[in-house]
């Protein structure tokens, strides 16, 4: 968790100089803040139930920053975001469920 939050941080510091003169600023940083919450539910889900919202607020989160600057081209990577997280969520509840099934 760390890592995370250092290299977060980073992001956070460096961004700063990049979105200063955008009207939009805390949107951003709320978004970003939002999308390192749900890394941090994730690393430290007691469950899976838990495990599945961080991926999901990850997977939500994700999509709005891919399209913070409302353009044709990122909303075109927005829609490769939401399906790549799609994916994910089909992996993440197959291991879920073969967890399970060996914990019988």
Known sequence: MGVVLFISAC???YSGG???G??????FFCLVLLFVGSIVLM???PNCISILLGWDGLGLVSYCLVIYYQNNKSYNAGM??????R???IGLLIGIGWLIRLGD
């Open 22 to 27: 955008d009207r939009n600023y805390e949107r």
């Open 43 to 45: 690393i430290l889900s």
């Open 11 to 13: 992001i956070i510091y």
């Open 80 to 85: 490769i975001t939401i399906l790549s997280n």
């Open 87 to 89: 994916v994910g969520d």
């Open 18 to 20: 990049y979105i200063a």
